[in-house]
Each structure stands twice: as C-alpha cells, then as structure tokens.
C-alpha cells in the first residue's frame, strides 16, 4: 500500500516510517497540504495517517479537508499520544478525540505509540474499506 502520513514529531514520523518499511509498504511524508487538497499532488495514497495535535494544522480539521478533497474516499487512520486532550483514558476509543476523529471520517484511531501489530490491523481495515481498482 501507498502510505501518506503527517505528524509534527520528528521521532514519530521516523518511527512511522521504519514500522510502515517494515510491513512492506510504501511511504510518503506529506509536506504540502494545499496541493495535497486541490489534487495537484502527484501523491496517490491508499492510506492516509494522521496525527491529531500539531502546530501547523490541527489533525480533525486536515481529515475534513481530506473528506471533501479528491482524496474523500482514501481511508484514514488518526493517531495521537494528546494525553490531557484525552483525559488520561487508557482506552483512547472512549475519548472526545476519538469518537470525534471516527465520527468525521477515520476508519481507525490509534494511541501512540503506535505498536507494529496496531498498525498492521489498523492498515488491514483499510484495505478492506478500499473499493478494488478498475479492470482495464
């Protein structure tokens, strides 16, 4: 699969990026949002990764943008380690954030971090919600 990921943490995204070549897929750190949306991205992900809290856009409001983006119909997974944000829950699905990330349009929310086998069945359920291409 074709992974592109956003998150503010330089050791995440190398961790992301080491689990992701692990698993066999390919990556991409997305660096430029606005061609990202309007489609003049040459980028075609089948999964997009996203972490929540980040200075330069927050990570509920990039999956809108993706929903309503050529890219809508990409699976998304959000991730986040928010903490405070997420009021110490150890079981993140029970979370403001993660109810809110779902509800807009992720098919999976993870807590970093993010183990190797969380990935690979957050990663499988995306497939699974990926239309097949068409049959030329």
């Known amino acids: 699969m074709r992974v ?3 998150d503010d943490n330089p050791m995440t995204a190398r961790t992301l990026e080491r689990q992701l ?3 066999g897929h390919a990556k991409e750190r997305i660096t430029d949002i606005q061609a990202l949306m309007s ?3 040459e980028l075609e992900p089948d999964v997009i990764i996203t972490d929540i809290f980040m200075p330069d856009i927050e990570g509920l409001e990039l999956i809108r943008m993706i929903k309503r983006s050529p890219l809508g119909d990409v699976p998304i997974i959000a991730i986040s380690g928010g903490g405070a944000y997420m009021g110490g829950i150890p079981n ?3 979370s403001f954030v993660a109810k809110a990330a779902v509800t807009i349009g992720a098919i999976r929310f993870l807590r970093k971090p993010v183990s190797l086998e969380e990935l690979q069945t957050a990663l499988d ?4 919600t990926k239309p097949p291409p068409p049959h030329s």
Not at 125 to 128: E, G, N, R
């Open 92 to 94: 993140v699905e029970g």
């Open 39 to 41: 489609g003049q991205s």
């Open 21 to 23: 070549r692990k698993l």
């Open 125 to 128: 359920a995306c497939a699974q």
């Open 4 to 6: 592109l990921f956003k």
